[in-house]
Nanobody, 121 residues
Framework: QVQLVESGGGLVQAGGSLRLSCAAS????????MGWYRQAPGKQRDLVAT???????NYADSVKGRFTISRYYAKNTVDLHMNELKPEDTGVYYC???????????????WGQGTQVTVSS
């Protein structure tokens, strides 16, 4: 059972930056896609960014050009660099890893406990 632990959340002013990091308890397989989702208060959990084993990335339209997802096999981590933060970026950010046959982002995948990001205006 892979454990995912997020860190790096916090309170930041609009326009600021944060870096979230997700550490896996085991060696990240080169096969599994990974990603970040977020859940704002009263809303569903939505995709923020994903990265495949081949390094292909995908971003929500709302964060394109501001957020960057990266994975580091040597450290078993996946980071999310967030720039030009906006109040609407506020939410709990969750790291997830694909767990075949469940697809990335499904309830059958591996999920972290989440880290709170709050952007003040």
């Amino acid at each position: 059972q892979v454990q995912l632990v997020e860190s790096g959340g916090g309170l930041v002013q609009a326009g600021g930056s944060l870096r979230l990091s997700c550490a896996a308890s085991e060696t990240i397989s080169s096969i599994n896609a990974m990603g970040w989702y977020r859940q704002a208060p009263g809303k569903q959990r939505d995709l923020v960014a994903t990265i495949t084993s081949g390094g292909r990335t995908n971003y929500a339209d709302s964060v394109k050009g501001r957020f960057t997802i990266s994975r580091y096999y040597a450290k078993n981590t996946v980071d999310l660099h967030m720039n030009e933060l906006k109040p609407e970026d506020t939410g709990v950010y969750y790291c997830t890893m694909e767990r075949p046959p469940s697809g990335l982002g499904s309830s059958g995948g591996y999920w972290g406990q989440g880290t709170q990001v709050t952007v003040s205006s």
